[in-house]
């Protein structure tokens, strides 16, 4: 079993790529979807991520505790017949954190941080147990400027800080460029 940790920036190829990753694994994938359809123009992105999905793909979606869904992947026989889980993506997930209402609310955003990062904890504490293949993408966000707005650096450094948390704890990292994969780990 193994574990790869896919990054690189928007339009990269990181899904892509992925998928063909998870394909190379085993038949049967459990995909696992942080994405949130709040408007039109996501709904499209997913329903055409949807169409790529091979049909014996199991997609779950859940947009903030991966760690609960890991958890019952490993303690529940019905996914035992699953070879992989592919996990896109960290970079929606850490944004689906964001305190959008609050967002001046400055003094909540160590505790969120706190959560945050007990979650991909937790999140990795539980892939660590499952017998499968689990690759994980991300978006690499800290190449451009610094954000002009507070809540840009803050989306910048919490995801941040959990592509590093992420990539330190699996087997294999790539970055990829262009539709490129380059292998950091």
């Not at 940790?5 to 998870?22: L, P, Q, V, Y």
């Not at 499209?44 to 760690?67: A, C, F, G, Q």
């Not at 989306?155 to 941040?160: E, I, P, Q, T, V």
Request: hydrophobic share 40%; proline share 3%.
């Amino acid at each position: 079993m193994k574990s790869i940790f896919i990054t690189g920036g928007a339009r990269s190829g990181k899904s892509r790529f992925a998928e063909k990753e998870a394909l190379k694994r085993g038949n049967k994938v459990i995909y696992i979807a942080t994405a949130q359809a709040l408007d039109e123009e996501m709904a499209h992105r997913i329903s055409i991520h949807k169409k790529r999905r091979p049909d014996n793909w199991l997609t779950v979606e859940e947009p903030r505790y991966l760690s609960k869904v890991l958890d019952e992947i490993g303690t529940d026989e019905k996914y035992n017949g699953y070879d992989t889980i592919l996990i896109d993506c960290m970079a929606l997930l850490v944004s689906n954190w964001l305190p959008l209402e609050r967002v001046e609310d400055t003094k909540s955003w160590d505790r969120l941080r706190a959560d945050l990062l007990d979650e991909i904890k937790a999140m990795i504490k539980n892939m660590r147990v499952i017998r499968k293949n689990i690759i994980i993408v991300s978006n690499e966000v800290g190449l451009g400027l610094v954000p002009e707005y507070p809540l840009g650096r803050l989306y910048r450094d919490l995801l941040g800080e959990v592509n590093q948390i992420v990539a330190a704890a699996v087997d294999e990292a790539v970055f990829m460029v262009s539709g490129l994969p380059i292998k950091l780990k």
